[in-house]
């Protein structure tokens, strides 16, 4: 009997233990909470880890609490050492549940690859850039990512800054719309145009024309002088320019195969309508299909490489372009290169005056979330290089 009470004894005494080092845990982290340790552990699967507090930065701490930005610190693998209210506040998880998570698990699953090759090496001055981070309760959150290093060893900690640019990203969108709205409104006053050309002007022209030749084939040249013979030809000619002229631009204000084609089909029209203007041989190299876009926005490249290809015949010296389509990195780009003279693109691009046909296409590509880049040098060709956001090339 005295055995069997040896044996029960210890029971209380591992019970008082499990339960003073269960506060201990709980002072523990308080003391974290309020920065009054100088160090605590995260468990990792090849072992504990031992990650320290100075104690001179605790005040540096207590400022980054009241930031309007959000404030993470990483430690070398990615996991989170700590974050202000702010950041908690913007992803709605509280700081507690941050701690010891890898921030990278917090980044938009496809932007991921984007974020650790930015935090590889964020550079003397850190490095600067959008991602979208999830939200506890769906969603994700726009933001600018500042990274810095922390210290010059190898191995240091990241301190990131998080700015909410949802805002940014509204006014934005905002502004694309309104900008489609113009381009769409352009487009139908176009459209409108070039039926009044064909169908208003030019069947007057027509007419004015058959009736001169009707005149004309009539037994008059007894009753004209030759002058007044030869005026009747003149007007004639004179007629069927006007008709020529009418006819190029009601095709050219609003070609009929961008309604309802595709970019492609209609990047191969304007081929054959550039060499029968201007004699212009324009090679089309389609690498990938970007067909699936919104009309405003197919109609504005299409006149965006219209002019560009207008460039060429008027300033570089050759008769030869070529346009590419494709897709790179995650961006569908349009290329349009000659090998004619070349520019100084570095001094003409800031110059309006010089570039003005060029800036305006520039502009109005970046109202649309597309963006264009002159790369060129005397005697060495040029490169315009269109790029526009994967999301507005999808299905």
């Given at each position: 009997?005295?055995?069997?009470?040896?044996?029960?004894?210890?029971?209380?005494?591992?019970?008082?233990?499990?339960?003073?080092?269960?506060?201990?845990?709980?002072?523990?982290?308080?003391?974290?909470?309020?920065?009054?340790?100088?160090?605590?552990?995260?468990?990792?699967?090849?072992?504990?880890?031992?990650?320290?507090?100075?104690?001179?930065?605790?005040?540096?701490?207590?400022?980054?609490?009241s930031m309007n930005e959000g404030a993470v610190t990483l430690i070398p693998d990615g996991t989170i050492f700590y974050c202000n209210s702010r950041f908690s506040e913007m992803i709605?998880?509280?700081?507690?549940?941050?701690?010891?998570?890898?921030?990278?698990?917090?980044?938009?699953?496809?932007?991921?690859?984007?974020?650790?090759?930015?935090?590889?090496?964020?550079?003397?001055?850190?490095?600067?850039?959008?991602?979208?981070?999830?939200?506890?309760?769906?969603?994700?959150?726009?933001?600018?990512?500042?990274?810095?290093?922390?210290?010059?060893?190898?191995?240091?900690?990241?301190?990131?800054?998080?700015?909410?640019?949802?805002?940014?990203?509204?006014?934005?969108?905002?502004?694309?719309?309104?900008?489609?709205?113009?381009?769409?409104?352009?487009?139908?006053?176009?459209?409108?145009?070039?039926?009044?050309?064909?169908?208003?002007?030019?069947?007057?022209?027509?007419?004015?024309?058959?009736?001169?030749?009707?005149?004309?084939?009539?037994?008059?040249?007894?009753?004209?002088?030759?002058?007044?013979?030869?005026?009747?030809?003149?007007?004639?000619?004179?007629?069927?320019?006007?008709?020529?002229?009418?006819?190029?631009?009601?095709?050219?204000?609003?070609?009929?195969?961008?309604?309802?084609?595709?970019?492609?089909?209609?990047?191969?029209?304007?081929?054959?309508?550039?060499?029968e203007q201007y004699g212009l041989q324009m090679d089309l190299e389609p690498k990938a299909d970007l067909n699936h876009l919104d009309d405003h926005l197919r109609i504005l490249l299409?006149?965006?490489?219209?002019?560009?290809?207008?460039?060429?015949?008027?300033?570089?010296?050759?008769?030869?372009?070529?346009?590419?389509?494709?897709?790179?990195?995650?961006?569908?780009?349009?290329?349009?290169?000659?090998?004619?003279?070349?520019?100084?693109?570095?001094?003409?691009?800031?110059?309006?005056?010089?570039?003005?046909?060029?800036?305006?296409?520039?502009?109005?590509?970046?109202?649309?979330?597309?963006?264009?880049?002159?790369?060129?040098?005397?005697?060495?060709?040029?490169?315009?290089?269109?790029?526009?956001?994967?999301?507005?090339?999808?299905?």
């Amino acid at each position: 009997m005295p055995k069997k009470n040896q044996v029960q004894q210890p029971v209380p005494d591992e019970t008082e233990g499990l339960k003073s080092r269960l506060e201990e845990t709980e002072e523990t982290l308080r003391a974290i909470q309020e920065y009054m340790v100088d160090a605590f552990v995260v468990n990792r699967e090849n072992g504990i880890q031992v990650v320290t507090l100075n104690e001179s930065e605790i005040p540096y701490r207590m400022m980054v609490e009241s930031m309007n930005e959000g404030a993470v610190t990483l430690i070398p693998d990615g996991t989170i050492f700590y974050c202000n209210s702010r950041f908690s506040e913007m992803i709605g998880i509280e700081s507690e549940k941050l701690v010891s998570t890898l921030f990278q698990d917090l980044i938009a699953p496809e932007e991921r690859t984007a974020f650790e090759r930015i935090c590889i090496q964020p550079g003397q001055n850190g490095a600067r850039s959008e991602f979208c981070l999830k939200r506890a309760a769906g969603g994700c959150l726009p933001v600018q990512l500042s990274i810095y290093q922390l210290g010059t060893e190898e191995k240091n900690a990241l301190a990131i800054i998080a700015t909410d640019i949802s805002e940014r990203v509204r006014t934005g969108e905002k502004i694309r719309s309104l900008a489609s709205e113009l381009a769409r409104a352009e487009q139908e006053e176009r459209h409108r145009i070039s039926q009044v050309l064909h169908d208003d002007l030019q069947q007057r022209l027509f007419a004015i024309k058959a009736q001169l030749s009707f005149l004309k084939d009539m037994d008059l040249k007894d009753q004209l002088s030759a002058a007044a013979y030869l005026e009747l030809d003149q007007v004639q000619a004179s007629l069927s320019e006007s008709i020529a002229i009418t006819r190029n631009l009601s095709i050219d204000l609003s070609p009929i195969v961008l309604h309802g084609e595709g970019l492609t089909e209609a990047l191969t029209w304007l081929s054959f309508r550039m060499k029968e203007q201007y004699g212009l041989q324009m090679d089309l190299e389609p690498k990938a299909d970007l067909n699936h876009l919104d009309d405003h926005l197919r109609i504005l490249l299409f006149q965006s490489i219209r002019e560009l290809l207008f460039n060429v015949v008027k300033h570089a010296g050759v008769m030869q372009a070529k346009v590419t389509i494709e897709k790179v990195d995650e961006r569908g780009r349009i290329t349009v290169s000659d090998d004619g003279q070349g520019f100084d693109a570095g001094i003409i691009m800031k110059d309006s005056y010089a570039a003005h046909g060029l800036l305006i296409i520039q502009e109005r590509l970046s109202l649309l979330g597309c963006s264009m880049k002159m790369i060129s040098k005397p005697g060495e060709g040029t490169y315009a290089v269109i790029e526009v956001p994967i999301e507005r090339v999808s299905a």
